[in-house]
């Protein structure tokens, strides 16, 4: 089956600590996303990549950092500089290009403790 | 800049009655896409419809329809006869051709609950 998986499902870090989320797709996308949700509110874009070794910043990149080495795969690193870390975090996929729908992981759920 | 409004934050109704969640966007681009999500309790974002903006035909898909106005920069999303499977959060959104990288703006959701 084609799709998007994030793991894990929930993630508990201690303050201070950095942490990687991991997306991956089968889905022959060139593009992928990173967006958080916080609860009551809508979704912010972190970061996004249209192709391998390249990525540009999303509205709210301070405190994540991300690597696109492989076209399947997109990990999202929460350095200990995001002030504010705990929230749901989803990745997504899409054909290149402004027409296309972007399609969903069941996302990561981050709490800081 | 690009913007999406969604001004029912909550919405609930009884099974079987008909609900429309509105959605009002903001954009300077003549040509630009809208897009209604599904989040249902487990958290992923499922899609449901795309329009762009040469089209203003309303288009209905089972219990679901969709009416997009330019003349009011609204594009609302009705389900008739609602079911308590229908309960989610709703987002919709919007890209547009100056949108490097596909980037779709979100408005802030509608969380619909039907009640049995």
């Known amino acids: 089956d084609g799709g998007i998986t994030q793991s894990p499902k929930y993630l508990f870090r201690k303050e201070g600590q950095n942490v990687t989320l991991s997306c991956e797709q089968n889905?022959?996308?060139?593009?992928m996303y990173w967006y958080r949700q916080d609860p009551g509110q809508g979704l912010r874009l972190i970061y996004y990549?249209?192709?391998?070794?390249?990525?540009q910043k999303g509205d709210i990149a301070e405190g994540y950092s991300v690597s696109r080495e492989k076209k399947e795969s997109f990990p999202l690193t929460v350095t200990s500089a995001q002030k504010n870390p705990t929230a749901f975090y989803l990745c997504?996929?899409?054909?290149?290009?402004?027409?296309?729908?972007?399609?969903f992981g069941p996302g990561t759920r981050l709490t800081v403790l | 800049a690009q913007k999406v409004t969604q001004a029912q934050t909550e919405i609930s109704v009884v099974e079987k009655e008909d609900v429309t969640l509105d959605c009002v966007y903001e954009?300077?681009?003549?040509?630009?896409?809208l897009f209604w999500y599904k989040q249902p309790p487990s958290g992923e974002l499922v899609f449901l419809i795309r329009?762009?903006?040469?089209?203003?035909q309303n288009e209905i898909s089972g219990r679901y329809s969709w009416n997009f106005q330019k003349s009011t920069s609204s594009f609302n999303f009705t389900i008739t006869a609602s079911q308590v499977v229908d309960s989610a959060v709703y987002f919709c959104?919007?890209?547009?051709?100056?949108?490097?990288?596909?980037?779709?703006?979100f408005g802030g959701g509608t969380r619909l609950m039907v009640k049995p």
């Open positions: 997504a996929s899409s054909i290149a290009g402004t027409t296309n729908e972007q399609f």
């Open positions: 959104a919007l890209s547009g051709p100056n949108n490097a990288g596909n980037m779709l703006t």
């Open positions: 329009r762009n903006s040469f089209d203003e």
């Open positions: 990549s249209q192709i391998v070794n390249d990525f």
């Open positions: 954009t300077r681009d003549t040509t630009y896409y």
């Open positions: 889905l022959n996308h060139d593009a």
